[in-house]
């Protein structure tokens, strides 16, 4: 199985919104409503931010927002702060138990 | 609070094995799976499978077959993972995760593990 597809690397201004794809078939993003995004600081662990498409978990800050079209899903970052400065992945459920995860994107502020 | 801590750095002469434990608290062991997942150096994340916490039943994805082992001890709310026969292609980092409803939460700390002669 391949890596879902995101794009390398994005970037922004404080203040700013930035949007990260997730491509994936229609057997997986597209089939599923159990896409998730992780963020990843470096040294750090994975930290979930997002599930279910577009649901943030207890604390994790409204400006992030997820959503999902066809065999894409999004992950957008609005009001840019230097702390969103890190690697984040999404992550799609498959069917008969099988997750697959995006290739990772870098996101830099400015 | 939900935790998995796991142990601590390896580092391993190729063709040795390397057992990494993942203990966890603040839940019923055995109401959640736990999956583990492989972050080779610069790279990103790979799901290497997951464990059924109930019956002990590992499944592991394609490329994690053979010579990975996924395992629990119950008794301390603890999973393992067991890697043998090491290649210089197995230094990465090792992470637990627990699986809520198809959504993977919370990450252990991680696991170095790496392979040198």
């Known amino acids: 199985q391949s890596a879902l597809t995101q794009p390398r690397s994005v970037s922004g201004s404080p203040g700013q919104s930035v949007t990260i794809s997730c491509t994936g078939t229609?057997?997986?993003?597209?089939?599923?409503?159990?896409v998730s995004w992780h963020q990843q600081h470096p040294g750090k662990a994975p930290k979930l931010i997002l599930y279910?498409?577009?649901q943030r978990p207890s604390g994790v800050t409204d400006r992030f927002s997820g959503s999902k079209s066809g065999n894409t899903a999004s992950l957008t970052i609005s009001g840019l702060r230097a702390e969103d400065e890190a690697d984040y992945y999404c992550c799609s459920y498959e069917r008969s138990y099988t997750f697959l995860f995006g290739s990772g994107t870098k996101v830099t502020v400015l | 609070q939900v935790q998995l801590v796991q142990s601590g750095s390896e580092v391993k002469k190729p063709g040795a094995s390397v057992k990494i434990s993942c203990k966890t608290s603040g839940y019923s062991f055995t109401f959640y799976a736990l999956n583990w997942v492989r972050q080779a150096p610069g790279q990103g994340l790979e799901w290497m499978g997951w464990?059924?916490?109930?019956?002990?039943?590992?499944t592991y994805a394609q490329g994690f077959t053979g010579r990975f082992v996924f395992s629990l001890d119950t008794s301390v709310s603890t999973a393992y993972l067991q890697i043998s026969s090491l290649e210089t292609e197995d230094s990465a980092i090792y992470y637990c995760?627990?699986?809520?409803?198809?959504?993977?939460?919370?990450w252990g700390q991680g696991t170095l593990v790496t392979v040198s002669s």
């Open positions: 995760v627990r699986d809520i409803s198809w959504r993977l939460d919370p």
């Open positions: 229609s057997s997986d993003v597209g089939a599923s409503n159990y």
């Open positions: 279910d498409v577009s």
């Open positions: 464990i059924n916490t109930n019956t002990g039943t590992p």
